[in-house]
């Protein structure tokens, strides 16, 4: 009878498309291929907390939720991956992040003597992959002790932003690291909303001025952007919309902001200047 009913469920989820449940001895794993991703979809990891989308601690999607990925279990293949799943390069350094400090657990309530063995851990999910391409891993469930160290890495594509000969860390010509090297940004179509994207990234308020060319010392090296044209709604510099500027411009040109967590003197057309204490 046992058998006549084990196969009825066999052939009810067969039929219903949905999976037979796991044995309970069995990890839960949610594989990459088997979601069937497609270039151009929403990954389903990605880097928070670091200087750029290309740095930071590894998250992967469970769901509707995102979770921290267990550093246990982080190796240089699954780095590699996940960098170049998300156009970041290769992986320059794969690490582990300390865990937060654990809060206390409430004492067992009166005439509960089970309450301890009864306190379990909602386990990290781990990434683990074959190879070092996307398609090759998997995200495992419950893999490791959600207090444990995270998953961290940087990728050889990290970018990072300044504001450089300004006086300070929120006014100044704007700068860019790509590719190793810090290059500035050409002054053609930059405009305020461009400011506010710079200004919002480095934590310095909103852009108040978005100045052309020779209002901060010329930079040196490569200029990485000409023709920057932000919505004002991106995280980041380097998500507008853009043309690569070396062939185009010439120092002269470098870009400027004025934030409003700055206090500095700029000056105006007509010559004079003014300290803008804000």
């Known amino acids: 009878?046992?058998?006549?009913?084990?196969?009825?469920?066999?052939?009810?989820?067969?039929?219903?498309?949905?999976p037979s449940p796991a044995p309970?001895?069995?990890?839960?794993?949610?594989?990459?291929?088997?979601?069937?991703?497609?270039?151009?979809?929403?990954?389903?990891?990605?880097?928070?907390?670091g200087s750029s989308s290309c740095s930071g601690t590894v998250e992967v999607r469970l769901e509707a939720s995102w979770e921290p990925a267990c550093g246990a279990l982080w190796d240089s293949r699954a780095a590699e991956a996940v960098c170049r799943a998300l156009?970041?390069?290769?992986?320059?350094a794969a690490?582990?992040?300390?865990?937060?400090?654990?809060?206390?657990?409430p004492p067992p309530a009166a005439g509960n003597t089970s309450a301890a063995a009864n306190a379990t851990l909602a386990g990290a999910p781990a990434v683990l992959c074959s190879g070092a391409e996307w398609r090759l891993?998997?995200?495992?469930?419950?893999?490791?002790?959600?207090?444990?160290?995270?998953?961290?890495?940087?990728?050889?594509?990290?970018?990072?932003?300044?504001?450089?000969?300004?006086?300070?860390?929120?006014?100044?010509?704007?700068?860019?690291?790509?590719?190793?090297?810090?290059?500035?940004?050409?002054?053609?179509?930059?405009d305020l909303e461009d400011a506010h994207v710079v200004c919002r990234q480095?934590?310095?308020?909103?852009?108040?001025?978005?100045?052309?060319g020779l209002h901060f010392t010329p930079g040196r090296g490569p200029i990485h952007r000409d023709q920057v044209n932000c919505s004002g709604a991106e995280a980041y510099l380097w998500d507008c919309p853009g043309l690569p500027g070396?062939?185009?411009?010439?120092?002269?040109e470098d870009a400027g902001v004025v934030c409003s967590?700055?206090?500095?003197?700029?000056k105006i057309e007509n010559k004079e200047s003014r300290e803008l204490m804000l």
């Open 202 to 212: 480095l934590g310095c308020g909103w852009g108040v001025q978005a100045l052309p």
């Open 261 to 266: 967590e700055s206090s500095v003197t700029v």
């Open 95 to 105: 690490s582990q992040l300390a865990p937060p400090t654990p809060e206390l657990p």
């Open 137 to 190: 891993c998997e995200v495992v469930e419950h893999a490791c002790r959600s207090d444990g160290r995270r998953a961290r890495v940087t990728c050889a594509e990290n970018r990072a932003l300044r504001l450089v000969d300004g006086g300070g860390a929120c006014a100044g010509r704007v700068e860019m690291l790509e590719h190793g090297e810090w290059g500035s940004v050409c002054d053609d179509t930059w």
């Open 87 to 92: 156009g970041c390069g290769g992986a320059e």
């Open 246 to 252: 070396q062939h185009y411009c010439g120092h002269k």
């Open 1 to 18: 009878m046992w058998l006549f009913f084990e196969i009825t469920g066999l052939l009810t989820a067969a039929l219903s498309g949905h």
């Open 24 to 49: 309970p001895d069995q990890l839960n794993t949610s594989s990459a291929e088997s979601e069937l991703w497609e270039p151009g979809e929403r990954l389903p990891v990605r880097l928070t907390n």
